[in-house]
Each structure stands twice: as structure tokens, then as C-alpha cells.
């Protein structure tokens, strides 16, 4: 696969083409002249734009709604070893036809480049989509109420802070820039104590992808469990573990469901409550999988009597604290109803 060579820089580019235009004859006395001429013919926009493309020659921004997979190799059927973001950045290490071997994060590996915008294109992109953020430069940079001097001083960040950049506020040539402190909380710090450049994003390997997909499961339960408990809805929650275990089952096995977790909550051994029950790590497959989140609006209504039924006390099952599915062999202190065996 032919490797594809760099673009050349702006400035460059011109400086050439003028050596040719000109030849090779009195180089060196019409060479000042010639580098005035084209300094004279570029504008600050130009000048803007050399420079950018200097800074962002060799990167790239992610050209996607969603996510592009980085591959192993520069076919699309090679292993996944991560994916870029909507957002994310990398370093171009090498330019090849179709694809582009990408540094980003912890990922090293190849992206096609339908998925990819590069250099001032990726810049251009970046100012739509990336954020802008402002790091400190020193220790205890203040952050004011106002623009001034005199304002009053909202908090002291450390040097490497960084803060977010209100959206829409112009940076360049500003004494103060407008920066987001705290969720929903926003002051000023003076420009001279900050730097201000896009933040983009990294991509991210398949197992820190797992993780985090992991958290942010772990982390809707936590707020299902708190909402729960603020609302005191205990039942609804029994009933959608019912139903996610047993909808299918007879009613008393529903039942018998129910029953396991009222006699975890009496028994001392475990916590003393459904929620803290259902949300214990590990105890029930449905949970820890998200399934239960389906029934919690509005379990059916066997699901619900089986749970206020369990919750009254009733019981079809003795003291027993657990259930699976039922094997070939069932020993002799369980109990079957359905196709679970309660022990």
C-alpha cells in the first residue's frame, strides 16, 4: 500500500514557486527581494493560516456522529483495538490510500480516512465541536465575579487547572477570559495567567470503553436505588425483580421470588431493605444486566399482589434465602415451583 506524502506548508509552498517562476540565476541577491514580495502579498488571515496549519499539520479530529473504530490494521475486517468519538483527536503517524494510522490516548492503531478530517480541516471542525478550555499558568489563579481587578473572588485554582471556556465568548486579544468553574457556575480569569487552546478528546481502547460502559450501568442503578428510596416505592421495585426473574412463572413462583428477598431482609445476614436487597452487587443476574429497569414503570399485575403478598409476609417457600434455575438434579432441602429450584 503506497504511502501518501505530507502536504507541504503554505509558506513553503509559495517560496518554491516563486524559486521556480524565477530560476536559479542571481538566487541569492533576488532571494530577500523576492521573500518581501510574498510577505507583502499575505494578508493577516494568511498569516493566521500558516500558522495553523503548522500547529495542526500532523493532527486529526474524528469526522463522525458517533464513533469510528480503530483497527489493527488497515483493513476494515482487522481485530478493534479501540474506538475515536465525536470529538476525539489524534496524531497522523503515517498517511497511507484509505487509511491512517492514528495516535490517540492509549490507542495506536488505523482509521479509515472516510472517518477523518486532517490539518486546517480538522482545526476548522475542532471550533464547531471541541471545547475550549483554559489551563492556568500559575498557582492560585483567581477566578472573579466580573472582569476587573476589583471584583469579587469566586475561588483560587492551582497551576494546570483547566475550565471550561463559556461557549461563544471571543478569547483572542481579551484581558479577561469568561470561563465555567462548577456546574452552572461561571466567573472571569485574566488571560495573562491562562493558556487557551481545544480540548479534544482521546480515543479510547475496548477494555477502558468496557469499563466505562460498566460505571455508567452501575452508576443508573445507584440513582434507580436512591430515586427508590426517596420515593418509598419498594414494591414497584419487587414486583419489576418478579418480573424480570419470573413473569413467565406460576403465580407461585412468583411469589416464591418475592419471599427470597423479604426473608434476606429478616434474616440479618444481608441488608435491611428490598432496595439494598436488589441492589446488593452480584445477587441477581436481571440487576446487574439493567433488565429490571423494563419493568420498573409499571409491573404487571400478578408481579404486583406477588410482591405485596411477600412484603405481607406470605411465603411459598419457608425461610429460604436463594434460587436458580432448575437442573437435572435437585437435592433433597429445595424446593421446586416452576422451572426454579428455591433453597
Not at 472517518?115 to 476548522?124: I, R, T, V
Not at 455508567?216 to 414486583?239: D, T, W
Request: net charge negative.
Amino acid at each position: 500500500m503506497k504511502t501518501v506524502s505530507r502536504r507541504i506548508p503554505i509558506f513553503v509552498s509559495l517560496f518554491l514557486i516563486w524559486i521556480l517562476a524565477s530560476g536559479f540565476e542571481d538566487l541569492e541577491a533576488e532571494t530577500t527581494a523576492g521573500i518581501e514580495s510574498i510577505m507583502d502579498d499575505l494578508t493577516g488571515e494568511d498569516f493566521e493560516k500558516i500558522q495553523i496549519e503548522d500547529e495542526w499539520q500532523d493532527k486529526v479530529l474524528a469526522n463522525v456522529e458517533d464513533y469510528v473504530t480503530v483497527r489493527s490494521e488497515p483493513d476494515s475486517e482487522s481485530k478493534a483495538l479501540g474506538r475515536m468519538f465525536k470529538g476525539d483527536g489524534g496524531i497522523a503517524v503515517e498517511r497511507l490510500e484509505g487509511w491512517t494510522r492514528v495516535q490517540s490516548g492509549n490507542v495506536d492503531g488505523y482509521v479509515s480516512n472516510d472517518y477523518l478530517l486532517f490539518g486546517f480541516e480538522a482545526y476548522e471542525q475542532a471550533q464547531e465541536e471541541v471545547t475550549l478550555v483554559a489551563t492556568s499558568l500559575t498557582g492560585g489563579l483567581r477566578i472573579r465575579s466580573e472582569a476587573s481587578t476589583e471584583a469579587k473572588i469566586l475561588k483560587n485554582v492551582g497551576e494546570g487547572t483547566k475550565l471550561d471556556v463559556v461557549a461563544g465568548e471571543e478569547t483572542e486579544g481579551a484581558e479577561w477570559i469568561h470561563i465555567q468553574y462548577a456546574e452552572e457556575k461561571t466567573g472571569y480569569v485574566s488571560a495573562e495567567y491562562v493558556s487557551v487552546e481545544f480540548e479534544l478528546g482521546e480515543a479510547m481502547t475496548m477494555d477502558e470503553i468496557k469499563k466505562k460502559e460498566a460505571e455508567e450501568k452501575r452508576e443508573k442503578l445507584k440513582q434507580q436505588l436512591e430515586s427508590i428510596k426517596a420515593n418509598g416505592n419498594e414494591v414497584a421495585l419487587l414486583a419489576a425483580l418478579i418480573q424480570a426473574e419470573g413473569g413467565n412463572q406460576p403465580y407461585d413462583g412468583q411469589v416464591a421470588i418475592g419471599a427470597v428477598v423479604m426473608n434476606r431482609v429478616k434474616s440479618g445476614g444481608y441488608p435491611n431493605s428490598i432496595a439494598d436487597v436488589i441492589y446488593a452487587p452480584g445477587q441477581f443476574g436481571v440487576v446487574s444486566n439493567g433488565t429490571i429497569a423494563r419493568y420498573l414503570a409499571s409491573p404487571k399485575a400478578s408481579c404486583m399482589q406477588a410482591a405485596q403478598e411477600a412484603i405481607g409476609g406470605y411465603t411459598t417457600i419457608g425461610s429460604y434465602t436463594h434460587f436458580r434455575r432448575a437442573g437435572a438434579e435437585v437435592g433433597p432441602n429445595s424446593i421446586v415451583i416452576g422451572s426454579h429450584v428455591f433453597y
